[in-house]
């Protein structure tokens, strides 16, 4: 008998149809005889729906009242989940992020779990019932409902699996398994086996939508072994875990997107100390995330410097910019929401050189102009045309010799 905390994702329990075949998943563990917390996702779609409706009342809602309501898609399908599995002859009860003891911090809309009181799920647990919980929700020590960031419920997930000393954490999605690129793009990526959390993690950051970032992040910090497979067909998943000698150390190992991010060029800045501490100064106090940064060479006295952020925060970031090129008396601040950034990733880029030349030699043949580039240890990544994202994948994975035969 084990203690599985399985999370099933919005396609997963998109309908009545698929919350009832969820329920008999879950039913059949519960046969086994596992104990069993299950983590919901929203309906999919519905938490997109609930932000529209946000921005039709106004253009910048109040990410308070914001978290308030885009954490209700949960409290649907946690009860109609319980329900069913009433229906099947079990012992089921649905708790909310704050019945489940989830505290946050105050970080609407991207709030960080500090820590989680177990008590009142590990008492269900204890009384025989099959515990399922709202993913995506915590509160904060005022009591104000938080949310965890787009794909949060994950998060949920392997945190609750880390906080009951799960055996196994299972994100259920609707693809089986983590592969070397996002499947929909490119048919000929192939399943991933087994994955360390390293790569993974890199894979979450540059935008691989399959798990959430900090829900990795939490994996690897306890070493909770997560195993992502399909909700709607068998088959062995992927496993992510420490990393173990047999990986394959191969130099480039997937090929990642992200076409949610947005970026920001300060036009006509003046060339001297501390103006660059200035800009990023006032974005780190609204806990914006910056990724790349890049300045260009000053010939002048002027130089111009873009950055790329979130596309959920960029209205945000261009309103804090633009007061402060008045303050340090740049020229101007222009936003381009139309890119997307491509990346490959490889612990064998450690020791091999010439990956950077040969990926941008791909996307030079195939006429992809790059905006802009960075690089660490195990990646590479490229910003370019965001219509040009799709193509450049299916090259990149091609080019790496990652197509499946
Ligand atoms: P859920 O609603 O179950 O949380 P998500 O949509 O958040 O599902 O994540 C699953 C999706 O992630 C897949 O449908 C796929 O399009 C996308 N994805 C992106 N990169 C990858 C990858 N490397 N492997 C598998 N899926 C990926
Ligand atoms: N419902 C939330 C979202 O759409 C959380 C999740 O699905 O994981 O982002
Ligand atoms: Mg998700």
């Known amino acids: 008998m084990a203690l599985i905390v ?36 929203a309906m999919s779609g519905q938490t997109d729906n609930l932000i529209k409706m946000a921005y039709q009342i106004t253009d910048e809602p109040n990410e308070r009242e914001l978290d308030m309501l885009i954490s209700t898609g949960e409290r649907i399908t946690i009860p109609l989940l319980a329900m069913a599995l009433q229906a099947l002859g079990h012992k089921a009860v649905s708790l909310t992020g704050r019945q489940s003891g989830i505290f946050t911090d105050s970080t609407y809309t991207k709030a960080r779990i500090k820590n989680i009181s177990n008590e009142n799920v590990k008492r269900y647990l204890d009384e025989d019932y099959i515990v399922v919980v709202a993913g995506f929700q915590g509160i904060d020590d005022r ?95 992927t496993w992510v875990v420490a990393e173990e000698p047999s990986m394959e150390k191969v130099v480039v190992s997937s090929v990642v997107y992200d076409k949610n991010q947005a970026k920001l060029t300060v036009v006509g800045v003046p060339d001297k100390p501390g103006i660059a501490a200035k800009i990023f100064g006032v974005i780190a106090k609204e806990e914006i995330n910056v990724d790349m940064i890049i ?20 209205g945000k970031t261009m ?87």
């Open 6 to 41: 399985q999370k099933y994702g919005g396609t997963s329990v998109g309908d009545i149809e698929r919350i009832k075949n969820v329920a008999k998943k879950v039913s059949r563990f519960k046969k086994e005889g596992h104990k069993l917390v299950v983590v919901l996702s």
């Open 143 to 237: 009591q104000n409902v938080t949310t965890l960031g787009r794909g949060g419920s994950d998060t949920t997930g392997v945190a609750l699996a880390v906080a009951l000393k799960a055996d196994l954490c299972e994100i259920y999605t609707d693809v089986d398994g983590v592969y070397t690129t996002d499947p929909n793009v490119e048919p000929k990526a192939r399943r991933i086996d087994r994955i360390s959390y390293e790569e993974m993690l890199e894979m979450a950051s540059l935008g691989a939508k399959v798990l959430q970032t900090r829900s990795v992040e939490f994996a690897a910090k306890y070493r909770m072994p997560v195993v992502v497979k399909s909700t709607f067909k068998d088959g062995p998943g």
């Open 295 to 314: 300045q260009n060479v000053s010939t002048t006295d002027l130089t111009d410097l873009s950055l790329t952020v979130p596309r959920t925060e960029a």
């Open 319 to 405: 309103k804090l910019l633009k007061t402060a090129v008045a303050e340090i008396g740049a020229k101007d601040v222009v936003m381009d929401e139309n890119i997307g950034k491509v990346s490959i990733i490889g612990v064998g880029m450690r020791s091999h050189t010439g990956v950077a030349a040969k990926l941008f030699s791909l996307l030079a043949d195939a006429g992809i102009n790059i905006e802009m580039i960075s690089t660490s240890e195990i990646k590479i990544s490229c910003v370019i045309r965001r219509d040009d994202v799709d193509r450049a994948v299916r090259i990149m994975h091609a080019g790496f010799s990652l197509d499946a035969q």
